[in-house]
């Protein structure tokens, strides 16, 4: 039998297309401050079916990070804290298992690659070390096996001369390369869940297209979910099945990607498509968001768009809207008070 | 290296004459210099100029300079070039000599060296060199892992304290507490008790043991406290670069991401402090050898300063600027053993 095949030892069960892989209940995240304390992730709801990419967009600052951070319980505590909610992955619940559980599931079952594929390599041991490292902790392989496996897993992700690139040092890489091979040790145990914390920001824009081919074409062969952190709607529309658009740490709109970019009701996903450059005609000013993402330290109250919202009421200020379902589309939960006057946005 | 040895010896010799005191004076008991000529008059003037004749003193600087340097001998026996009568034409350091004393023609100063090196300095050295990394790496590790505890506060303020102690008064100190004027405990003076001669081989070797003792301690402690301060700052600053979170990121346990992913990181600016350690213990540690009376290296160059021996003088310190240059080119090597992203070619 092939290493590769090998089960996954903890829960030898693999969902069904469609049935729910991970999900996010009242995820709350929050950090000690000086100035008191940052909600940063503040009551996140969204699940990941099996198989599918869920896309996760907002603004620097919106607590897309953080919530993929907490999953893996990779938060550094203190300063940051968790002040409730549930995140279930296979009905286990990733924030009360123990550390040593929680390093059995980390890059063996979920696993996740970072912004900056310059940084998020170590420099000082080659690359096919750090894809073996994985493979030779999870799944017991020896030297020789995880050596062959390294080579296998770069040349899955299109590196060419897998062989010899195996031995060579992060430097040696460019920064496109050097996400493959990010990408190479994330998936080296065939993980069931991919976490991409804005993956393609940090490279050129052909490479970017690269990568998240590479990236799709990879979920679709071993059938793993995505879940795609980004502030990029390009990135989104392109590798999606889901979207769940955040804003001050809560998720204010989520919905099957045709629905979001075909009938966006939140005005602050409307907003975020009217700035989008390429829906504007040339010569015209880009319209934006008026205003600033509010400090995670004072988050106004009642909706937290409410300051930078054209249809803000007296109400919006008093009662949190929650999300709700909205309209024809099965699945499809907006958070606002004025629904109706957003359709005209 | 050689050019820089060169420029090293030209300015301790330039050094030299512009001190006050000369050796002449000194052996007619005449002291620092001071010119005057007493009783016995034309005599003793004729004895001065016999000795700077001998000893090539009456030559000018550059003569001086060649005869150190090398590879003639500039004195009345050495090379015809220097108006010598031949016998014993080579000399200085690059002939691989440091002649013989000043005061005592039949003494080599390099056999007395290595005598020196071998029997206190190198032992007492390697000892301190071990213990301070043996040390200092494990409480800089320790504490940078525990930053912010009172447990890295303690160890901080201590090592602070460790610091700022000058090493005469510490070895004052020692002496004192240790000694016979306070707790009788150990041996302050030599490596080795006077009826040594005549213990078994293992009794010696606890004589020397005890002997010992103090001298290191006193050597070990102030480079102890630098280097683990040097050790905590490097780990802390490496324990936060993203590759320590790509290796949580991949289920690693706490043991392999400090010990594999953030030491090889951070012992880089520690090894740049080595070039700085070498030479200081190779060179004989000055005052710790005055001070427990050691005959060491260290020693030998006090004995050179105090008569104003240059051949000595010269020997000794030309030894410690070689063993910096040493000390720069392992620390380079070093480097690159440890960060591939460095190559000499």
Excluded at chain 1, 104 to 123: K, W, Y
Excluded at chain 2, 115 to 140: E, Q
Aim: with cysteine; charged share 20%.
């Amino acid at each position: 039998m092939s290493t590769e095949t090998q089960s996954k030892g903890s829960s030898g069960a693999e969902e069904k297309s469609g049935e729910v892989l991970l999900q996010v209940k009242d995820l709350r995240t929050h950090f000690r401050g000086d100035e008191g304390i940052a909600k940063a992730v503040d009551g996140v709801n969204y699940s990941v079916l099996a198989g599918e990419t869920l896309g996760i967009v907002g603004e620097s600052g919106c607590g897309k990070s953080v919530t993929a951070l907490s999953i893996l319980g990779l938060v550094p505590m203190p300063p940051g804290f968790n002040a409730g909610g549930e995140i279930l992955f296979r009905g286990e619940n990733l924030l009360e298992v123990d550390e040593r559980r929680l390093r059995e599931i980390r890059g063996n079952d979920i696993s996740m690659i970072f912004q900056e594929p310059m940084t998020a390599l170590n420099p000082v041991f080659t690359v096919g070390n750090q894809i073996m490292e994985t493979v030779m902790l999870h799944q017991g392989m020896d030297k020789m096996a995880a050596h062959q496996h390294a080579i296998r897993m770069l040349e899955k992700v299109g590196i060419p001369s897998p062989e010899q690139r195996v031995d060579e040092y992060p430097h040696q890489l460019s920064g496109g390369m050097r996400q493959r091979v990010m990408i190479a040790m994330a998936m080296a145990c065939s993980p069931s869940l991919l976490i991409a914390d804005e993956p393609t920001t940090a490279l050129d824009v052909t490479i970017q297209a690269q990568v998240l081919e590479l990236i799709s074409e990879l979920q679709k062969r071993e059938g793993m979910s995505v879940l795609l952190i980004t502030h990029d709607l390009g990135v989104v529309a392109q590798t999606a099945d889901h979207v769940a658009v955040m804003y001050a740490g809560k998720v204010v709109e989520y919905g099957s990607v045709e629905t979001i970019f075909g009938k966006p009701c939140h005005p602050y996903t409307i907003g975020l498509f009217h700035s989008l450059p390429d829906l504007a005609p040339p010569g015209v000013r880009l319209s934006t968001i008026e205003g600033i993402v509010p400090s995670a330290f004072r988050f106004p109250s009642g909706c937290r768009f409410r300051t930078r919202c054209p249809l803000a009421s007296d109400r919006c200020a008093e009662i949190e809207p929650t999300l709700e379902r909205f309209g024809d589309q099965a699945g499809h939960t907006v958070a606002c008070h004025h629904l109706e006057e957003a359709e005209k946005l | 290296m050689v050019p820089t040895l060169m420029g090293i010896i030209l300015i301790i010799l330039g050094l030299l004459h512009a001190a006050p005191g000369d050796p002449a004076m000194q052996m007619m008991g005449l002291g620092g210099g001071t010119g005057e000529v007493s009783q016995e008059g034309v005599d003793i003037e004729a004895k001065i100029a016999k000795f700077k004749r001998d000893n090539a003193l009456d030559r000018n600087f550059l003569v001086q300079y060649l005869g150190h340097l090398g590879p003639f001998n500039v004195k009345p026996d050495g090379h015809e070039l220097f108006g010598g009568d031949g016998r014993n034409p080579w000399g200085g350091f690059l002939s691989f000599s440091f002649g013989s004393e000043l005061f005592n023609r039949n003494k080599m100063i390099g056999a007395e060296i290595w005598k020196r090196l071998k029997s206190t300095t190198l032992p007492l050295a390697i000892i301190s060199i071990f213990l301070t990394y043996l040390l200092a790496l494990p409480i800089g590790i320790y504490s940078a892992n525990r930053q912010g505890t009172t447990i890295d506060k303690v160890t901080t303020l201590g090592l602070f304290i460790l610091y700022s102690i000058p090493v005469f008064w510490a070895a004052l100190m020692l002496k004192l507490i240790f000694g016979k004027t306070g707790l009788s405990l150990l041996p302050v003076m030599n490596l080795h008790s006077q009826d040594s001669d005549q213990l078994g081989t293992m009794a010696y070797f606890l004589d020397t043991a005890k002997h010992m003792i103090l001298p290191v301690a006193v050597m070990t402690y102030g480079g102890l406290a630098y280097l683990s301060r040097q050790m905590r700052t490097g780990m802390i600053e490496v324990i936060h670069q993203d590759y320590i979170r790509t290796a949580k990121a991949k289920g690693l346990g706490s043991k392999a991401i400090v010990f594999k992913h953030a030491l090889r990181n951070s012992v880089i600016p520690v090894i740049t402090i080595f070039a700085s350690i070498l030479p200081i213990m190779i060179g004989g540690s000055l005052i710790i050898e005055v001070v427990f009376d050691l005959p060491g290296t260290g020693e030998y160059m006090f004995k050179g300063l105090m008569e104003r021996d240059y051949n000595i003088i010269m020997a000794t310190m030309t030894l410690s600027g070689t063993m910096t240059l040493v000390g720069i080119l392992l620390s380079d090597i070093a480097y690159a053993l440890v960060d591939p992203r460095i190559t000499y070619s």
